[in-house]
């Protein structure tokens, strides 16, 4: 099994940032592909971000790129979200999932945005985004 939590979220103006991380124990981190969800109230849990078991392959949701940036160390067993020009639609609870598979990375990554293809959740750290 791994455990994961999450830890950084916060209250952030408008256009602020924050940094989130996904500490892991367990079973050896680097077997698995980490990905960043996120849910809002009223709302299902959508995908933000991703990142395959080397840390080098990764794919982000539209509504994020260019404003989130995920990397993970595995020497540490940690993966980070650093997020910027925060916006109000950013607000939700942000989870880390992890998945192991043994599939090729660049495969692996084009179907990392599943909440159903996660094999383990953190529980979550919230992020408001607010005046």
């Known amino acids: 099994q791994v455990q994961l939590v999450e830890s950084g979220g916060g209250l952030v103006q408008p256009g602020g940032s924050l940094r989130l991380s996904c500490a892991a124990s ?68 942000y989870y880390c999932g992890a998945d192991w598979s043994s599939a090729p990375e660049d495969i692996w990554v084009a179907k990392a945005m599943g909440v159903s293809d996660y094999d383990y959740w953190g529980q979550g750290t919230q992020v408001a985004v607010s005046t």
Do not use: C, H
């Open 26 to 93: 367990g079973r050896t981190f680097s077997s698995y592909g980490m990905g960043w969800f996120r849910q809002a109230p009223g709302k299902e849990r959508e995908f933000v971000a991703a990142v395959s078991r080397s840390g080098t392959r990764l794919i982000y949701a539209d509504s994020v790129k260019d404003r989130f940036t995920n990397s993970r160390d595995n020497a540490k067993a940690t993966m980070s979200l650093q997020m910027v020009s925060l916006k109000t639609e950013d607000t939700a609870v």
